[in-house]
């Protein structure tokens, strides 16, 4: 099964910009659509964006449209997360998964059976 190492978390002001990876390891990383989820203090996990095994397929929250994008390096076994316009609304704990699926990204937490151990992101206003 895949194993998943998050980084680039950290603190930014409002307006600024973030860049989240996830290294995958332990399994074909091409045969797993990924994506991201978030948790904030008190609240439940959210999916934020998802994407096929092949990158062509894509999919996001409605909050983080025009504003994130989800891509993967296969090359590289890697997953990414480019925040931009990141607002006091984003601090949250993200966390990258896995879902053994070619061609379906979905935002259901449910779906995903690998999970990584999250990566910090505080945006202050």
């Known amino acids: 099964q895949v194993q998943l190492v998050e980084s680039g978390g950290g603190s930014v002001q409002a307006g600024g910009s973030l860049r989240l990876s996830c290294a995958a390891s332990?399994?074909?990383?091409?045969?797993?659509?990924m994506g991201w989820f978030r948790q904030a203090p008190g609240k439940e996990r959210e999916g934020v964006a998802g994407?096929?095994?092949?990158?062509?397929?894509?999919v996001y929250a409605d909050d983080v449209k025009g504003r994130f994008t989800i891509f993967r390096d296969n090359t590289k076994n890697t997953l990414y997360l480019q925040m931009n316009s990141l607002t006091p609304e984003d601090t949250a704990m993200y966390y990258c998964?896995?879902?053994?699926?070619?061609?379906?990204?979905?935002?259901?937490?449910?779906?995903?059976?690998?999970w990584g151990q999250g990566t910090q992101v505080t945006v202050s206003s």
């Open positions: 332990g399994d074909t990383y091409n045969l797993y659509c």
């Open positions: 994407i096929s095994t092949d990158g062509v397929r894509t």
């Open positions: 998964a896995a879902r053994r699926e070619l061609y379906s990204p979905v935002l259901n937490s449910r779906e995903y059976g690998h």
